[in-house]
């Protein structure tokens, strides 16, 4: 009796997780039968060792915000095929705290605001 349950437990599992990928849908193909390329930007947030930053904004009118401790940060943010940009950026050690403002209109994205460095790519 015992290992009828086992074995109907497994198959339980296997069904649900069988219909539960079921659901997933696919990733758009291009034409061809391919995955299309990643679209999107990723927005990363270096901190020297003893610094601390926060960082919020927008890349091409989508929002994102992080944060870094002595260490870097990453997020993925969708493309919207715009490029224009606006961020502020809090930093602070244990002696000296920043704020910074930047706003441009680019590609690729490299500022920095005392000992942080702002990237998106």
């Known amino acids: 009796m015992k290992r009828e349950r086992g074995t109907a437990l497994a198959g339980l599992v296997a069904a649900v997780l069988a ?31 003893g610094w601390r930053a926060s960082a919020a ?8 915000g992080l944060a870094c401790n002595n260490g870097r940060a990453r997020v993925s943010i969708e493309e919207s095929g715009l490029t224009s940009y606006s961020v502020r950026i809090g930093v602070e050690s244990d002696s000296a705290g920043f704020d910074c403002f930047f706003t441009g209109d680019a590609q690729t994205v490299n500022e920095t605001c005392a000992e942080v460095m702002l990237r998106i790519r």
């Open 57 to 64: 904004g927008n890349y091409g009118g989508v929002g994102f």
């Open 19 to 49: 219909g539960g990928l079921a659901l997933v849908p696919a990733p758009a193909a291009a034409p061809g039968g391919t995955p299309g390329p990643r679209t999107g930007k990723v927005v990363e947030l270096v901190c020297r060792p």
